[in-house]
């Protein structure tokens, strides 16, 4: 059976009430995944995440939590954030990491929560070519399952591909599809918020203000036919089509769990 999630991101259970789209959610959606994938700015508070988690445990539902690559800054916001996560249901939350220093710093704080490698992390083990997506990385594969990591998370892309994951088991791999925005690249610096700096200044003084909380921009280039969206510090295509014919079929592909994104 297929699981069915929606990334929230930052938004809290108020917000989502307030714009409508609460009640929906908690009928539709299996996983809630709170958080952020990208760009340790836009983490929440520790305890905003905690009390956003626990919301929807309390309403039955689990939670993912997304985290970032993070640079020192970042460190101790999310410290604080995985001592109180390790209060919450180890059963009922998993933990998304983008960053092997957020790997790590998991194991430090002793979290019993279950892992999943981001998808800033999938090109460690996998390559798409010619409609195939190919385990490239077994000594990748083999760090993760070594450190309990078997469910590897990447964006659908509009395709149905064949799979070649040389004889590694599903213990091993299991796959967890974002739709329907492809994230195509991310940079360390926000793209959209900060200004033109020459090379001998410092962006240290730059703070942020979290423009891409509020919308992504579409880009256009005379050389790439598709719409680009660009949020904060990372580039997304949309692929608005069905990519699956049926739940047997994603199966096939190891893919378990599907993730609805409403916005890049």
């Known amino acids: 059976m297929i699981e069915k999630g929606i990334k929230i991101s930052g938004l809290s259970p108020a917000r989502l009430e307030a714009g409508g789209a609460l009640k929906d959610a908690l009928e539709k959606f299996d996983w809630f995944y ?32 997304l985290t970032p690559p993070v640079s020192e ?14 209060r919450l249901d180890p059963d009922a939350v998993e933990l998304t990491v983008n960053d092997f220093g957020a790997l790590e710093l998991a194991r430090e704080c002793g979290l019993r929560v279950k892992i999943n490698a981001g998808r ?73 918020g900060v200004p033109d700096i020459p090379p001998h200044e410092s962006a240290a003084g730059i703070n942020c203000r979290r423009e891409c909380a509020v919308a992504s921009f579409e880009v256009k280039h005379p050389l790439i036919k598709e719409s680009l969206l660009v949020r904060g510090n990372t580039v997304f295509m949309r692929f608005p089509r069905k990519f699956y014919s049926s739940e047997k079929s994603l199966e096939a592909m190891r893919v378990n769990r599907l993730v609805y994104c409403p916005f890049p």
């Open 34 to 65: 709170i958080g952020e994938e990208f760009c340790e700015n836009l983490l929440p508070a520790p305890a905003e995440l905690k009390r956003t988690a626990a919301f929807f445990l309390e309403k039955g539902r689990k939670v993912c939590v």
């Open 73 to 86: 800054r970042g460190i101790k916001n999310l410290k604080s954030a995985f001592r109180l996560l390790s």
């Open 120 to 192: 800033l992390l999938y090109g460690n083990l996998f390559m798409v070519r010619r409609s195939t997506l190919r385990l490239i990385n077994p000594q990748a594969l083999r760090f993760f399952t070594s450190r309990g990591i078997n469910r590897f998370e990447l964006s659908a892309t509009g395709e149905r591909p064949r799979t070649d994951f040389g004889g590694a088991g599903s213990g091993e791999l299991n796959l967890t599809l974002y739709y329907p925005y492809l994230n195509m690249t991310t940079t360390r610096t926000c793209l959209l």
